[in-house]
C-alpha cells in the first residue's frame, strides 16, 4: 500500500514518508491516538526560512516545535532503565533518551546532528523492541534535497553539510539492518514544507 495512502492530503508535497516491517499498519491500527497526534502536528507545521536562518548553539527551532507540538499532546522525553543478567550478575544498560515517547511510540527528531545520532537512534529502538517495550519507532529528519533546493540559495549550505542528518545517509543504515526487527517510519521534510517568512 502506499504510505501517503494513510495520511491527510498534500503530505507528498511536504513529505518523504518510508516504512519498514508494517510500521504504518501498526500505527493506525493499534496506537490510532499517537497517529492522530503524528498527523496533526506534522499537517500544522512549516519549515519557516526564519527558523533555518537563525544561527547555531543548542536545539534547532525546527526540532523544538515539533516535540514541543507532541509534549503539548502527552509525548514526553523518556530514558529507559534496562540490564542484562549474566550468570546471576545484573548489568546496567540504560538506554539514550528518546526525545518523545508516549505508550509503545518512540520517535526521535535528527534535524541536523552528526550522522551518528543515526545509529543511536536505531540501536535504541532495536534494544527495546526486543526487550517488548516499544512497538514502533519513528525517525523525523530533512529530505536531502532541501540542499540544493533551500539552504544553499540562501548561503547556508555549510550549516547543513553532507555528513549531517538527512535521509540519505539514514537509509543504508536502516537497510542494513540498524533497527534490527523493529517496525520503523522515517519522516523525511522537504521543500514543499518550506514557507518564506523573512
Request: hydrophobic content about 40%; some cysteine.
Given at each position: 500500500?502506499?504510505?501517503?495512502?494513510?495520511?491527510?492530503?498534500?503530505?507528498?508535497?511536504?513529505?518523504g514518508?518510508?516504512?519498514?516491517?508494517?510500521?504504518?499498519?501498526?500505527?493506525?491500527?493499534?496506537?490510532s491516538?499517537?497517529?492522530?497526534?503524528?498527523?496533526?502536528?506534522?499537517?500544522?507545521?512549516?519549515?519557516?526560512?526564519?527558523?533555518i536562518?537563525?544561527?547555531?548553539?543548542?536545539?534547532?527551532?525546527?526540532?523544538?516545535?515539533?516535540?514541543?507540538?507532541?509534549?503539548?499532546?502527552?509525548?514526553?522525553?523518556?530514558?529507559?532503565?534496562?540490564?542484562?543478567?549474566?550468570?546471576?550478575?545484573?548489568?546496567?544498560?540504560?538506554?539514550?533518551?528518546?526525545?518523545?515517547?508516549?505508550?509503545?511510540?518512540?520517535?526521535?527528531?535528527?534535524w541536523?546532528?552528526?550522522?551518528e545520532?543515526?545509529?543511536?537512534?536505531?540501536?535504541?529502538?532495536?534494544?527495546?523492541?526486543?526487550l517488548?517495550?516499544?512497538?514502533?519507532?519513528?525517525?523525523?529528519?530533512r529530505?536531502?534535497?532541501?540542499?540544493?533546493?533551500?539552504?544553499?540559495?540562501?548561503?547556508?549550505?555549510?550549516?547543513?553539510?553532507?555528513?549531517?542528518?538527512?535521509?540519505?545517509?539514514?537509509?543504508p543504515?536502516?537497510?542494513?539492518?540498524?533497527?534490527?526487527?523493529?517496525?520503523?517510519?522515517?519522516?523525511?521534510?522537504?521543500?514543499?514544507?518550506?514557507?518564506?517568512?523573512?
Amino acid at each position: 500500500m502506499d504510505p501517503y495512502s494513510y495520511f491527510p492530503a498534500g503530505f507528498s508535497d511536504k513529505y518523504g514518508i518510508l516504512e519498514w516491517r508494517h510500521a504504518l499498519a501498526i500505527l493506525k491500527g493499534e496506537f490510532s491516538e499517537q497517529f492522530e497526534d503524528l498527523c496533526e502536528v506534522l499537517d500544522a507545521f512549516e519549515l519557516r526560512e526564519s527558523s533555518i536562518m537563525r544561527g547555531g548553539g543548542g536545539k534547532s527551532l525546527v526540532s523544538g516545535y515539533l516535540d514541543g507540538a507532541l509534549y503539548k499532546r502527552g509525548w514526553a522525553e523518556k530514558g529507559f532503565d534496562t540490564a542484562t543478567m549474566i550468570d546471576g550478575v545484573t548489568y546496567a544498560t540504560p538506554t539514550h533518551k528518546i526525545d518523545c515517547v508516549k505508550g509503545r511510540i518512540a520517535l526521535d527528531i535528527e534535524w541536523n546532528n552528526k550522522t551518528e545520532f543515526f545509529d543511536r537512534d536505531l540501536n535504541n529502538f532495536r534494544m527495546l523492541h526486543t526487550l517488548g517495550a516499544i512497538s514502533v519507532g519513528i525517525i523525523v529528519t530533512r529530505d536531502s534535497g532541501l540542499q540544493a533546493d533551500i539552504f544553499k540559495p540562501r548561503n547556508i549550505g555549510n550549516k547543513y553539510g553532507a555528513s549531517t542528518t538527512h535521509l540519505k545517509k539514514l537509509i543504508p543504515k536502516v537497510d542494513g539492518g540498524g533497527a534490527g526487527g523493529c517496525p520503523l517510519l522515517v519522516i523525511a521534510v522537504k521543500s514543499g514544507a518550506f514557507v518564506a517568512d523573512i
